[in-house]
């Protein structure tokens, strides 16, 4: 099985920082700390998150198929210096009950193609995969050129707009000022629309367009970060059904609603969804629990605190001119130890892993980290017990902030959104 080097240089100050909460996880300072921290966000009303507003139902409407799409608004303090220190939004799609659903939400378009500290080593990994694995990963089909050069432009457009001080047009294209890259933009392009996105946002791309059937295909993709690893090849000219044949489910309970939705997304109303699994590593490539061989146990060696949750940050929008549907996932990672004091996370994560639905737990391998990863959440709930963050009487259920961390309460700072739960205690 194929995989690529991991991310650990890059998350060293919070293997550092989780090792200085330890020192003192049991303190009355720490108690102290959390239950202030606990007090203040409980006297916000819910209603105060910046995210709420994003959570209609999945045809939230209005729109009509002649209105354009929405345009992001600059985030001019964001700038190339900050963006090593940036936390992008704080993702927490843990649900219960856990019903298989699309899940999905208005987006927000600022945050289209979002920007945070992993963003160089993204866009280097992005380079890697696709020179030593090629069409496995990047390819098209002739029918996908007009949506690729529209989906170029729409990308430039946004960047520029987002984040005026990271991007800057020049006379025959667009400088990356985090990169120093120039990429030249002229007409005819030396490459392909997808090579200049890639050299722009960390995102995955699927392009998908209906055909005369009526049913959707993908006609083009860039997708270095799959996690599960299979090959574009496989799935290239395929329409939906058959793409997401292996997801749990779909044939009894997305499948009928899933093209009827596809061709009823309009330009204006663009959404965004997440998906999630535990690990062990930051594997863009393929993650290490979909290498555990089939039926068999993980490695009982790993240590409690290298496990995280990657979740798949993923975005749906259509394109005005060639109708064609933009699919874009992002993988971002959560250790285990950063969340262990936001309220009820740890019980709703074993609830999960172990209670889930059969064939959701086959497909994300739950069985083989059970045996290893339940004493180290029994041992997390036992801590938010003794420390007051949650109570004998604690309901699991999803987090009235969902998709998001209980303490997004306000808007976010100049390093973006940072955990006062976790920092605080340093």
């Not at 330890?22 to 966000?41: E, F, G, M, V």
């Not at 259509?318 to 004091?341: C, G, Q, W």
């Amino acid at each position: 099985m194929l995989s690529i080097e991991s991310y650990n240089d890059f998350l060293l100050p919070t293997a550092v920082v989780c090792s200085a909460v330890a020192l003192y996880s049991q303190s009355d300072r720490l108690k102290k700390q959390i239950n202030t921290i606990l007090d203040k966000n409980k006297a916000q009303p819910v209603a105060a998150c910046p995210f709420k507003e994003e959570k209609p139902k999945p045809n939230y409407g209005g729109a009509s198929w002649d209105d354009p799409p929405p345009k992001p608004t600059p985030l001019e303090a964001l700038t190339p210096e900050k963006v090593k220190d940036y936390d992008d939004r704080p993702w927490r799609p843990f649900r219960w009950p856990y019903h298989q659903t699309m899940s999905i939400f208005r987006l927000d378009i600022n945050h289209w193609l979002d920007m945070d500290k992993f963003y160089i080593h993204y866009l280097k990994q992005k380079q890697e995969i696709f020179d030593e694995h090629g069409n496995d990963h990047f390819d098209w089909l002739p029918e996908s050129q007009d949506a690729c050069e529209e989906l170029l432009e729409t990308v430039v457009d946004h960047m520029l707009t987002r984040y005026p001080n990271l991007f800057k047009k020049t006379e025959n294209g667009i400088h990356n000022l985090i990169t120093n890259e120039k990429l030249n933009l002229t007409q005819p392009l030396e490459h392909h629309p997808l090579w200049y996105i890639s050299k722009m946002a960390k995102e995955d791309f699927y392009v998908v367009k209906q055909r005369d059937d009526g049913k959707h295909y993908l006609v083009a993709a860039a997708v270095p970060f799959p996690g599960g690893y299979f090959k574009i090849s496989d799935k290239l000219g395929k329409y939906i059904d058959l793409i997401h044949a292996e997801v749990p489910y779909y044939n009894e309970k997305l499948k009928n609603s899933m093209e009827r939705w596809f061709s009823k997304l309009k330009p204006a109303e663009p959404v965004e969804r997440a998906s999630w699994y535990f690990t062990w590593d930051h594997e863009l490539l393929c993650s290490k629990v979909y290498m555990v061989p089939e039926g068999e146990n993980m490695p009982t060696d790993v240590k409690y605190e290298d496990f995280t949750i990657r979740v798949e940050r993923q975005t749906l929008r259509r394109l005005p001119k060639s109708k064609a549907i933009i699919f874009t996932n992002h993988p971002v990672f959560y250790h285990l130890e950063e969340m262990k004091d936001e309220p009820g996370v740890p019980s709703i994560l074993k609830k999960v892993l172990l209670e889930a639905p059969e064939k959701i737990s086959e497909y994300k391998n739950f069985h083989a980290i059970q045996d290893h990863l339940v004493p180290y959440l029994d041992k997390l709930i036992q801590r938010q017990l003794n420390l007051g963050i949650i109570d004998e009487n604690h309901e699991i259920k999803t987090a009235k902030t969902y998709p998001f961390a209980h303490w997004v309460i306000s808007p976010y700072g100049d390093h973006g959104w940072t955990n006062p739960v976790f920092r605080e205690e340093v």
